[in-house]
Nanobody
Framework: QVQLVESGGGSVQAGGSLRLDCAAS????????MGWYRQAPGKQRELVAR???????DYADSVRGRFAISRDNAKNTVTLQMNGLKPEDAAVYYC?????????WGQGTKVTVSS
């Protein structure tokens, strides 16, 4: 069973930065897509950013230009660098990975942004 282990997150003031890291356990398969979703209280889970195995990226319009995703295919890791954080970025952030056509999720890490 593939496991995704997240680290990072926490509390920051508006305008600050945080970094989220996620590591996937070895599965024997290449990870097609890897990235981050988030869910704020009372809202649906939404895509924040994702990166394909070959480096193609997708960002939510609300974070483009402020967040940057990167991944290390050899280590099965993905990182989300979040700059210029806004109170509306506060949410639980979930790492996800698509491996052998299955979706896997991390346990979530909370990001709090105070104004």
């Amino acid at each position: 069973q593939v496991q995704l282990v997240e680290s990072g997150g926490g509390s920051v003031q508006a305008g600050g930065s945080l970094r989220l890291d996620c590591a996937a356990s070895e599965s024997g398969f290449s990870i097609r897509n890897m990235g981050w979703y988030r869910q704020a209280p009372g809202k649906q889970r939404e895509l924040v950013a994702r990166m394909s195995y070959v480096g193609r990226t997708d960002y939510a319009d609300s974070v483009r230009g402020r967040f940057a995703i990167s991944r290390d295919n050899a280590k099965n890791t993905v990182t989300l660098q979040m700059n210029g954080l806004k109170p509306e970025d506060a949410a639980v952030y979930y790492c996800y990975a698509v491996i052998a056509s299955r979706d896997y999720w991390g346990q979530g890490t909370k990001v709090t942004v105070s104004s």
